[in-house]
């Protein structure tokens, strides 16, 4: 079975302008996380959608917003970048959304802003 | 708040020696904790968690983690270690809908 995808792969944008990162979850999970990870440092979660409904949003500006569609495929959008948003952004999928489920990981979309 | 905390940013180890690489959490409630391997320019692979019951718990690729609530610890550890396990190796306690990370440990393992 395939895994999490994600794409782009690598993405190089200029400040203030947006993106769109996309990520497909494993077949029959229905939970998609969204984390940031800044090099040098542990991912940072940022949302989860369950079911297509926010369930959980991280200390993120509202320059951050995501969505989740009928397929449970989902979309992770930045306003207005700035350098600070350079990162590797991560995906996760998961059955349920219980503390007990095992969030797998995609490749990352690398996001470079100058 | 939760948290984990990982002591070390760096562990070496000759390869064929067993590996240890640490982690503390805190947590208000039962502790829920996983391990993630990260190779370079790669995307997290899932090893092993502990959510009850035996508090040695048994993963992917050789690893095993041993839970201690009286020490709120969960190392990592493999019995004999491989160039191969060279990576970065990050420990994570789960929250309502959220994976809480530690900031990671690199293991490189000298031929």
């Known amino acids: 079975d395939a895994g999490v995808t994600q794409s782009p792969t690598h993405l190089i944008k200029t400040r203030g302008q947006q993106v769109t990162l996309r990520c497909s979850p494993i077949?029959?999970?229905?939970?998609v996380s969204w984390y940031q990870q800044v090099l040098g440092q542990g991912p940072q979660f940022i949302f989860q959608y369950y079911e297509k409904e926010e369930r959980g949003r991280g200390n993120f500006p509202d320059r951050f917003s995501a969505r989740q569609f009928p397929n449970y495929s989902s979309e992770l959008n930045v306003n207005a970048l700035l350098l600070g948003d350079s990162a590797l952004y991560l995906c996760a999928s998961s059955l349920r959304d219980t503390y007990t489920d095992t969030q797998y990981f995609g490749p990352g979309t690398r996001l470079t802003v100058l | 708040a939760q948290s984990v905390a990982q002591p070390e940013d760096q562990v070496n180890v000759a390869e064929g020696n067993p590996l240890t690489v640490k982690c503390t959490y805190s947590v208000s409630g039962n502790p829920y904790l996983f391990w993630y391997v990260q190779y370079p320019n790669r995307g997290l692979q899932f090893l092993l968690k502990?959510?009850?019951?035996?508090?040695l718990v048994k993963g992917s690729y050789g690893f095993e983690a041993e839970f201690n609530k009286s020490q709120t610890s969960f190392h990592l550890k493999k019995p004999s270690a491989l160039v191969s396990d060279s990576a970065l190796y990050f420990c994570?306690?789960?929250?309502?809908?959220?994976?809480?990370f530690g900031k990671g440990t690199m293991l490189l393992v000298s031929p």
């Open positions: 077949s029959g999970h229905k939970s």
């Open positions: 994570a306690v789960s929250g309502y809908s959220t994976l809480t």
């Open positions: 502990y959510i009850t019951g035996d508090n």
